[in-house]
């Protein structure tokens, strides 16, 4: 059966399917502006962790923690705890630490650092983000990483 009108004449339907296609457009345009300017992550000053649950740690051990919305490792070595935002430095997956290898990998586009998280193969253009760790009585306090 045809209709005898249309509901939507063919210039209607033309600008609709235009005005769509503009609203998407400068919104993917927009969105990553938008983000630069106002960042939805706010990194954290310090984060306090429980050096009862870390203190046990072996040698080259490594755990998660919070930082903000993205993993920190803290790391065990010979001098002690270091901690670095377990973030690759390429496009942002999450890093790993593989004790065996004693280097921190990022499975996205085989990505390496070193245990002191320096990019050492793969397409990580920097190392990872290094964090401050101090121990105060039963904490283990780690802040953003202050260049002396
Ligand atoms: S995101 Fe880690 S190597 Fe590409």
Not at 19 to 40: E, H, R
Not at 73 to 85: D, N, P, S
Request: hydrophobic share 45%; glycine share 8%.
């Amino acid at each position: 059966m045809r209709l005898k009108y249309s509901i939507l004449s063919r210039r209607k339907f033309l600008n609709f399917l235009l005005g769509g296609w503009a609203i998407t457009f400068f919104s993917t345009l927009l969105y990553p502006i938008i983000k630069f300017i106002f960042p939805p992550y706010k990194e954290p000053e310090e984060v306090i962790l429980p050096l009862a649950e870390f203190k046990d740690m072996s040698l080259y051990s490594a755990k998660n923690f919070s930082w903000g919305s993205k993993p920190g490792i803290l790391l065990r070595k010979e001098g002690g705890f270091v901690a670095f935002i377990g973030v690759c430095t390429h496009f942002d997956c999450n890093v790993s630490w593989l004790p065996d290898q004693k280097k921190f990998f990022c499975a996205c586009h085989n990505g390496w650092y070193d245990e002191n998280g320096i990019n050492i193969a793969g397409p990580p253009p920097a190392p990872l983000p290094k964090l401050n760790v101090e121990i105060d009585g039963e904490n283990i306090i780690i802040k953003r990483w202050i260049k002396a």
